[in-house]
């Protein structure tokens, strides 16, 4: 645990970590030796050589050189997986306080980073909640790694994979919250057509939302692969990607409500981020891309400037600075060894 002195706000309160946290203390049997990717893109693994699929998490050094950890520093690891990123932050002297909505994600990372004593805590809870963990501007830096991990992906009995036959399930939080099944079986045609234009620009979302309600009269969805045949049908045979790709993609997005997390996401980094601080954001899809770029955009102009007013005003929701206009994509190097950071890109900004 973080000690008061650590964390003062927290100091006595039991009622936030009552709520939101628990510390580790167990492992996940399987984890020992996994290391993570990240794949907001629904893309899935399997199909590729074992050397595309185990990779390290894409863009650390530029993270690293964005949050640059040191000693005294806290870092709020939002979206703490398989601990990679925090693994480094903590061999670079910063105290970190990771989050996940998965359990058993912390039940790894925790495991993984216990060497790190109270430098390190975690707790379980979506990242939009990261103001009862930290106090109001006491963090260093926040990372966000959006999507979900290889892990999660590979687990069939976590329902995420449209190659692997499970419960169709796509909870990051098992514990909460509707699952995929229960999404596909009670929406209307239309709800589920506008989930996958939106989530997942399928262009046939209207044709393969007809074909669930058809199917579901027979049967109910219980399984990824129920779901994954009945998309084949309508859209027939396999180009480069399975046709099911951005189907679940979609359905995953909606069920995790991904993108109102992000939204609530930054601006509770906002908050906790002290002046200096910086906040890190890797994506996966124009989709998430599209709402950090704009979110930094609005708080970052000085000045507001309209037709009709005789002069610019002091933009009054200005709150960062971009640390570059740009995002940051792989080098060359690292998509040499990992082709799924293709479409990674991380944003960076300081706390004013
Ligand atoms: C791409 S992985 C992170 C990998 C990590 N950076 C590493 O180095 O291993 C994304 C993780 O974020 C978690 N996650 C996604 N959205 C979240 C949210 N809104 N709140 C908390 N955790 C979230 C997922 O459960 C998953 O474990």
Redo the contacts with the bound molecule.
């Keep these: 645990m973080l000690t008061p002195a650590f964390i003062p706000a927290l100091a006595g309160s039991t009622d936030c970590l009552a709520v939101l946290g628990r510390m580790v203390d167990s492992v996940v049997p399987g984890w020992r030796g996994h290391v ?5 893109s629904g893309e899935q693994a399997g199909g590729g050589n074992e050397q595309e699929f185990y990779h390290k ?1 894409v863009l650390m050094d530029e993270v690293l050189a964005g949050l640059e950890p040191e000693e005294d520093k806290l870092i709020l ?10 693994e480094r932050l903590l061999e670079a002297g910063a105290h970190v306080v990771g ?4 359990g058993d ?1 912390l039940a790894y ?1 925790g495991k993984r980073l216990e060497v790190f004593g109270d430098r390190f805590r975690a707790e379980q ?4 909640e990261m103001r009862s963990v930290v106090p109001a501007r006491s963090v260093d830096g926040v ?1 966000l ?5 290889s ?2 992906l590979d687990q069939a009995g976590r329902g995420f994979s449209f190659q692997k036959d499970g419960p169709l399930d796509m909870r ?1 939080d098992q514990a909460a919250g509707e699952t995929a099944a229960d999404w596909v079986n009670q929406r209307s045609a239309e709800d589920l057509a506008n989930i996958f234009f939106q989530y997942g620009e399928e262009k046939a979302s209207r044709r393969i939302a007809a074909a669930i309600v058809r199917a579901r009269e027979e049967e109910e969805f219980t399984t990824t692969l129920q779901l994954a045949s009945c998309v084949e049908k309508v859209m027939g045979g396999r180009g480069r990607k399975h046709p099911a790709t951005r189907v679940f993609q979609a359905l995953r997005m909606a069920v ?1 409500t ?1 993108l109102d ?2 939204t609530a ?1 930054l601006e509770a980094a906002e908050d906790v981020i002290k002046p200096g601080g910086v906040l890190a954001v890797i994506t996966f899809h124009s989709l998430e891309d599209r709402l950090v770029k704009q979110f930094l955009k609005k708080r970052s102009v000085k000045f507001l400037d309209r037709p009709e007013w005789p002069e610019p005003r002091p933009n009054p929701d200005l709150a960062w600075d971009l640390v570059s206009r740009k995002a940051i994509a792989a080098t060359e190097g690292e998509l040499a060894q990992n082709t799924r950071a293709r479409s990674a890109k991380l944003r960076l900004a300081k706390r004013r």
Excluded: Y
């Design positions: 993570f990717h990240n794949s907001s998490p690891d939002g979206t703490l997986g398989g601990g990679g990123h925090s989050m996940d909505r998965d994600a990372a809870g979506n990242f939009s990372l790694d959006l999507g979900v991990s892990w999660q990051m995790n991904e997390s992000v996401g």
